[in-house]
T-cell receptor, first 113, second 117 residues
C-alpha cells in the first residue's frame, strides 16, 4: 500500500463549488505539505504543517484553506473554486531524520470549469 | 527568498547517450540542500539525487550524477547511458538547511526530457 495517498485522483468541478482534496499518510511523519503544479511554473507551496497545531501559509495560499485533522491527515479546501485553480495538486510528508526527504502522494488532477 | 531556475524547458537525447540538465539557484544561505526529482507520465514525484551544500564531492546515483558549483550557484544533472525509461519531467529543487525551514522545497520550472530510441 502507498505510504501517502490522495483522494480523489481526478476531479472536475464547476466555478463557485466548494471542493476538498484529502491526503493521508502512514509514514508517521509530523510534517506535511500541499503543493500545486502548473505548466512552466513547477511546484509551488500552498500550505504546510509541522504538526496538528501548527499550520502555515506557503507562497500561494490565497483561495485555499487547510485542515490537519490528525497527524496522518491533511486536507486542502477550495472554498469557491475558480478556473485558474485548475492544476495538479500534490501532498507530501517529510522525515526530519532523513534530511527532511519529502515523500509525495500520487497527485490530484483538478479541473475547474 | 530563494529562487530556482531551469532554463531548458525541453531537452532530448538518443538512447545510450549522455545528457545534462541545467539548474541555477539564488540564495544567501550557506546551509542548504539541492535535489533533482523525476516525474514520469504517471505523475509520481521520484527523488533522483540529493546534494548537501556542505559537501564538496558531487553526488552520484548509478547513471545519475550532479555537477555542483557552489560559488556559481549551479546544480546540473548528468544522465549517462540514457534509457527510454528516463523520459520524464525533471525538477530541480532547493531546501534550506535551517531548522525553521520546515523542510519546504522551492522548485524550478521543470525540464521535459525526451529519449529517442
Amino acid at each position: 500500500d502507498a505510504d501517502v495517498t490522495q483522494t480523489p485522483r481526478n476531479r472536475i468541478t464547476k466555478t463557485g463549488k466548494r471542493i476538498m482534496l484529502e491526503c493521508s499518510q502512514t509514514k508517521g511523519h509530523d510534517r506535511m505539505y500541499w503543493y500545486r503544479q502548473d505548466p512552466g511554473l513547477g511546484l509551488r507551496l500552498i500550505y504546510y504543517s509541522f504538526d496538528v497545531k501548527d499550520i502555515n501559509k506557503g507562497e500561494i495560499s490565497d483561495g485555499y484553506s487547510v485542515s490537519r485533522q490528525a497527524q496522518a491527515k491533511f486536507s486542502l479546501s477550495l472554498e469557491s473554486a475558480i478556473p485558474n485553480q485548475t492544476a495538479l495538486y500534490f501532498c507530501a510528508t517529510s522525515d526530519p531524520d532523513r534530511h527532511n526527504e519529502q515523500f509525495f502522494g500520487p497527485g490530484t488532477r483538478l479541473t475547474v470549469l | 527568498a530563494q529562487t530556482v531556475t531551469q532554463s531548458q524547458p525541453e531537452m532530448s537525447v538518443q538512447e545510450a547517450e549522455t545528457v545534462t540538465l541545467s539548474c541555477t539557484y539564488d540564495t544567501s544561505e550557506s546551509d542548504y540542500y539541492l535535489f533533482w526529482y523525476k516525474q514520469p507520465p504517471s505523475r509520481q514525484m521520484i527523488l533522483v539525487i540529493r546534494q548537501e551544500a556542505y559537501k564538496q564531492q558531487n553526488a552520484t546515483e548509478n547513471r545519475f550524477s550532479v555537477n555542483f558549483q557552489k560559488a556559481a550557484k549551479s546544480f546540473s544533472l548528468k544522465i549517462s547511458d540514457s534509457q527510454l525509461g528516463d523520459a520524464a519531467m525533471y525538477f530541480c529543487a532547493y531546501r534550506s538547511g535551517g531548522g525553521t525551514s520546515y523542510g519546504k522545497l522551492t522548485f524550478g520550472q521543470g525540464t521535459i526530457l525526451t529519449v529517442h530510441p
